[in-house]
């Protein structure tokens, strides 16, 4: 019996409406859970990494423990992870958020503190001076000036949250790596590709999203970056009066 040429479910095709139309729910549901997955993993991390990058800034000798430990963890296999997290977690949601917070926490506490490290001391001082206590300066001073570093740090976690979430799948809570997983094992082309298109549109708007959130939380960086140029002019403008006038 020969397929019809118009039927891309049954000749197996890369690209094909029927899969869309047919397996919209199926598509959504797990959109949601790679989102959910990706959005609880990254606050969660974040929710630790300021504590953590605060400590290493106040106190120098918890940086290199710090900074160590995070990266120890980056750098052990996402399946040897999981299964390392296993007789904790079970085979549950949890299982994988706690695996993708470890992951966060390298890139999230090391940005975080590269921005704290930032900060200029006179800044710093200046605030004492007006009275500002430790808390207050953290929250008013310290933070809101280290958000563009932070910002980088959470915008790199999150889109690689979004890669990481799919190996969720072996445990069967990888979202949109669930429907890659099983479309490998059936080959079937339509899923793989869908499911992977998918997973690459999260995460280029994800960082889109955060590259807006930056930008809204940080205006004196645009700021900045608009009066640079007009400065690099004067300051050529100078150099050249000067030169004419020694001529």
Not at 106 to 120: D, E, K, Q
Not at 191 to 218: K, N
Not at 229 to 239: D, I, S, T
């Amino acid at each position: 019996m020969t397929t019809p040429p118009h039927d891309c479910l049954a000749r197996n095709a890369w690209i094909c409406g029927a899969y869309l139309r047919t397996r919209r729910q199926i598509l959504l549901d797990a959109t949601v859970q790679h989102l959910q997955l990706t959005a609880l993993s990254v606050l969660v991390g974040l929710v630790i990494a300021v504590p953590l990058a605060v400590l290493a800034r106040r106190w120098r000798w918890a940086a290199g423990p710090v900074l160590a430990l995070t990266t120890i963890l980056y750098t052990i296999p996402s399946l040897a992870m999981f299964s390392l997290l296993l007789p904790v977690y079970g085979l549950s949601a949890g299982l994988v958020v706690a695996g993708l917070v470890l992951y966060s926490l390298t890139l999230l506490v090391r940005n975080i503190l590269a921005g704290l490290r930032g900060v200029p001391e006179e800044t710093r001082q200046a605030a004492r001076g007006l009275g500002y206590g430790p808390v207050r300066l953290l929250l008013t001073v310290e933070l809101p000036l280290a958000l563009p570093a932070a910002m980088a740090g959470l915008r790199i976690a999150t889109v690689s949250a979004v890669s990481l979430v799919t190996v969720g799948a072996i445990v069967g809570f990888g979202g949109l790596g669930n429907l890659i997983y099983a479309g490998m094992n059936t080959y079937f082309k339509a899923q793989v590709l869908t499911a992977s298109v998918l997973c690459v549109l999260i995460a280029v708007a994800a960082d889109l999203l955060l590259l807006g959130v930056q930008r809204l939380v940080t205006p004196w960086t645009r700021a900045g970056r608009a009066r640079a140029p007009a400065a690099r002019g004067r300051a050529r403008a100078r150099l050249l009066g000067t030169r004419a006038g020694r001529a």
